[in-house]
């Protein structure tokens, strides 16, 4: 079936968040190869935006170029989440720390309202919204900060940030416990507490590790 086409935006962008979406849920797999041809026959778009799509998604590490020949959803390991971590916590309690300082009466109302999406997103066990909520909730402290240097380094980690979250919020209790950790999180901010924000957010980070290390292995 093929999408349909937006001319507000160009067939690169298009066939960009056709196949991002199909990553970041799964319908393309770690390790799966892409071909071109295969994705110009479902979009009813030519190769050459297809090409450049592919490119861009390379840039982010969410494709690779598999050693057996074509173009593969790239297979993070351990190593790549350690990596990813690392970042993570050098920047984010950074960021809830800003955001505590800087956050404004009408921010307050908009990330209360996101918290409380959340909550009802988690007592309905909405995995899938839970996720996308999640994702808003991180970028959204991130905004708040106030930093647009911090901001630009962690959208660049955006995608791979994103899969890595995908990853630990399947693993079972950890919904629960992610939901109450952004609970706090967001209270804090609310009320300008930053140390405690910035505390909070490296307790969240830590945990999601330890979650994620008790589940996997390269």
């Given at each position: 079936?093929?999408?349909?086409?937006?001319?507000?935006?160009?067939?690169?962008?298009?066939?960009?968040?056709?196949?991002?979406?199909?990553?970041?849920?799964?319908?393309?797999?770690?390790?799966?190869?892409?071909?071109?041809?295969?994705?110009?026959?479902?979009?009813?778009?030519?190769?050459?935006?297809?090409?450049?799509?592919?490119?861009?998604?390379?840039?982010?590490?969410?494709?690779?170029?598999?050693p057996r020949g074509?173009?593969?959803?790239?297979?993070?390991?351990?190593?790549?989440?350690?990596?990813?971590?690392?970042?993570?916590l050098s920047l984010?309690?950074?960021?809830?720390?800003?955001?505590?300082?800087?956050?404004?009466?009408?921010?307050?109302?908009?990330?209360?309202?996101?918290?409380?999406?959340?909550?009802?997103?988690?007592?309905?066990?909405?995995?899938?919204?839970?996720?996308?909520?999640?994702?808003?909730?991180?970028?959204?402290?991130?905004?708040?900060?106030?930093?647009?240097?911090?901001?630009?380094?962690?959208?660049?980690?955006?995608?791979?940030?994103?899969?890595?979250?995908?990853?630990?919020?399947?693993?079972?209790?950890?919904?629960?416990?992610?939901?109450?950790?952004?609970?706090?999180?967001?209270?804090?901010?609310?009320?300008?507490?930053?140390?405690?924000?910035?505390?909070?957010?490296?307790?969240?980070?830590?945990?999601?590790?330890?979650?994620?290390?008790s589940k996997h292995?390269?």
């Amino acid at each position: 079936m093929f999408i349909e086409i937006d001319s507000s935006q160009t067939l690169q962008n298009q066939v960009y968040g056709y196949l991002h979406g199909k990553i970041m849920n799964g319908e393309l797999a770690p390790g799966e190869r892409i071909v071109e041809q295969r994705i110009s026959q479902e979009t009813g778009i030519s190769r050459s935006p297809i090409r450049e799509a592919i490119r861009r998604l390379g840039s982010e590490g969410l494709v690779a170029v598999s050693p057996r020949g074509g173009v593969r959803v790239y297979r993070a390991t351990s190593s790549d989440y350690k990596h990813l971590y690392e970042c993570r916590l050098s920047l984010e309690p950074t960021a809830a720390h800003l955001a505590a300082l800087r956050i404004n009466n009408t921010q307050q109302v908009q990330l209360a309202d996101l918290i409380e999406a959340m909550n009802l997103a988690a007592e309905k066990r909405e995995i899938e919204q839970l996720k996308r909520l999640s994702s808003s909730f991180h970028r959204m402290i991130l905004d708040l900060s106030g930093n647009p240097y911090l901001a630009k380094m962690m959208h660049q980690l955006n995608s791979l940030i994103t899969l890595y979250r995908n990853a630990v919020l399947n693993i079972p209790n950890r919904l629960e416990d992610g939901a109450r950790e952004h609970n706090s999180i967001g209270l804090a901010i609310c009320n300008k507490e930053a140390e405690r924000a910035e505390e909070l957010m490296r307790e969240h980070i830590n945990k999601d590790y330890q979650f994620f290390l008790s589940k996997h292995t390269d």
